[in-house]
């Protein structure tokens, strides 16, 4: 699965006089951030499975340009339903597995067609679970303490079994694909012998559009309702540039790695992947072609091996052979 981590807190912020947290109530985003002081050194580097959210008015501009009607939250509502009130939410701009995020889905409003946007869970909650987190239980080793529960991962979901995993089945069938706005995602590359974070930009500063699939989970405990996404992936073993990313197994050949992509959206097939049949949508299911991406952090990273070509030529990788160099 995709690991991603999450740019600076500057992007983010431009949300910030738009709103009030619903964990407090009448205060605005911009107090919020101020409040939570950006990430820790440790978060940064540590941390995995985390993308940035596009600024509002990045992916706003850029979606009305070519869709007619889009519904945004003005406002993350601190209550549901007939007056109950929801669990607090913390509106980060790191969105990392179970934060809170924003999509966009297709909707009917007024006999029109068009988008809204929506707060919610970033793991698909599975229809009929107990709790936002299904838990599991890792298997126990011979000889060592039983391991504690885990909350199952959801918040990837393959495009080869999407249609058939419990999780995830009942949304695609049902047609509930998304669009998550991200202005980078971060990817592990190891071909320095150690780990180098690559920040996935696009090169034309547009905001990715990735594709994923939505929910509609009710708390039995409190009859919230609760919307959760998860982001589809797909095999990029041949792709000239994402097979280079994530760690690859040595006893695996190359074009067996599984390694895995978020999928791309561009605008002419938003509304065909958000609410066209199914064959269309798996049409769409593939990585972004290799021009989309920002180049910076692959050509530093091909700066360090020519480095050390010195040392070990043998080492230099099929990309920054003779007819590369």
């Known amino acids: 699965m995709p690991h991603c981590r999450i740019a600076a807190l500057s992007a983010a912020k431009r949300w910030a006089s738009r709103a009030s947290l619903p964990d407090a109530p009448g205060i605005g985003y911009a107090r919020h951030w101020r409040a939570i002081g950006g990430l820790s050194a440790a978060h940064n580097r540590f941390m995995c499975n985390l993308y940035h959210m596009s600024p509002k008015d990045d992916f706003e501009i850029y979606v009305r340009r070519h869709i007619g009607k889009l519904w945004l939250p003005e406002v993350v509502d601190d209550r549901v339903g007939a007056g109950r009130v929801a669990s607090p939410v913390v509106i980060k701009p790191t969105v990392g597995p179970f934060d809170t ?29 107990p709790s936002r987190r299904d838990m599991v239980q890792p298997k126990a ?5 039983t391991p504690a529960p885990r909350p ?44 180098r974070w690559w920040q996935l930009r696009r090169a034309d500063g547009l905001p990715w559009m990735l594709a994923g699939l939505w929910n509609e989970w009710i708390d039995p405990v409190t009859g919230e309702l609760v919307p959760s996404y998860t982001l589809l992936t797909c095999n990029c073993d041949d792709h000239p540039l994402l097979r280079r990313l994530h760690r690859p197994d040595p006893k695996l050949p190359p074009q067996a790695q599984d390694k895995r992509a978020v999928i791309h959206i561009e605008p002419q097939d938003w509304m ?54």
């Open 101 to 129: 995020g924003f999509f966009l889905r297709a909707v009917v409003q007024g006999g029109r067609l068009g988008v809204k946007g929506e707060w919610g869970q970033w793991g698909l909650i599975r229809p009929g679970a």
């Open 141 to 145: 080793v011979p000889g060592k303490k």
């Open 272 to 325: 065909a992947w958000m609410g066209g049949d199914e064959a269309h949508a798996r049409a769409l299911m593939h990585p972004p072609p290799a021009e989309f991406f920002d180049l910076s952090d692959a050509q530093a990273t091909d700066a360090l091996l020519r480095e050390r070509v010195f040392a070990s030529p043998d080492d230099l990788p099929d990309h920054l052979s003779d007819d590369g160099r």
């Open 152 to 195: 199952r991962s959801t918040n990837n979901a393959r495009a080869e079994t999407v249609a058939t995993l419990p999780t995830f089945r009942e949304a695609w069938r049902s047609g509930r694909r998304c669009l998550i706005p991200a202005s980078w995602y971060q990817e592990p590359n190891w071909e320095t012998g150690r780990n």
